[in-house]
């Protein structure tokens, strides 16, 4: 079946540090892909998704590309902030999936001044 | 504010009380899914329902009821709960599949 791998964490920076927070898949057709954001005590946000091949989606200085041929969709962020401490998690969705959205066992980072 | 609601936030309960935990969007989205977090096990859902009247299970659907006869409403009921299903709980809706899900703030339930 449909399934997310993204690293271990967590993941501990200082601030203006780069990040890169590393996302695989596994899906049959062509998934539509997302990364949440969940801050301490919060629900999950939207940061940002994907739908196709080469799609390259952006949100708050975060970035991530639709890669087929290496079936992954890796974070970056060019200058973390303390502010962006927090749980992210990497998902998809596809046609075996239905309406889930099938998540990545989420990646905590932490980020100091 | 476009939003997602749930209540209560948080709720200790005994084995065996039956709950319901609401549920409700102000988006006009047709989409709306239950999910449970567990620390290790990640996010997985429970269920979810793609329009009125329209609902199936996900995968962790046992001990879980829940019914869709609003748009808006998608409230997730407990009939017996049980220690197993002490969890934090979250609603989303969605205006379709790959749209991306919006979440609401979550429900912390202890069953004891």
């Known amino acids: 079946g449909d399934s997310v791998t993204q690293m271990e964490g967590p993941v501990t920076l200082s601030e203006e540090a780069f990040l890169t927070i590393n996302c695989t898949y596994t899906?049959?057709?062509?998934?539509?892909l997302f990364w949440y954001v969940q801050y301490p005590g919060e629900g999950l946000q939207l940061l940002l998704k994907?739908?196709?091949?080469?799609d390259k989606g952006s949100n708050k200085g975060f970035e991530a590309t639709y890669r087929k041929e290496t079936t992954s969709f890796h974070l970056e962020k060019g200058s973390v902030q303390v502010s962006d401490s927090a749980v992210y998690f990497c998902a998809l969705t596809s046609n075996q999936a239905g309406t889930a959205l099938i998540f990545g066992k989420g990646t905590t980072l932490s980020v100091s001044s | 504010e476009a939003q997602v609601t749930q209540n209560p936030r948080y709720l200790i309960t005994v084995t065996g009380k039956k709950l319901t935990v609401t549920c409700s969007q102000n988006m006009n989205h047709e989409y709306m899914s239950w999910y449970r977090q567990d620390p290790g096990l990640g996010l997985r859902q429970i269920y979810y329902s793609m329009n009125v009247e329209v609902t199936d299970k996900g995968d962790v659907p046992e001990g879980y009821k829940v019914s869709r006869k609003e748009k808006r409403n998608f409230p997730l009921i407990l009939e017996s709960p049980s220690p197993n299903q002490t969890s934090l709980y979250f609603c989303?809706?969605?205006?379709?599949?790959?749209?991306?899900?919006?979440f609401g703030s979550g429900t912390r339930l202890t069953v004891v």
């Open positions: 899906a049959t057709g062509y998934p539509s």
């Open positions: 989303a809706s969605s205006l379709r599949d790959n749209y991306g899900y919006t």
């Open positions: 994907a739908t196709k091949a080469d």
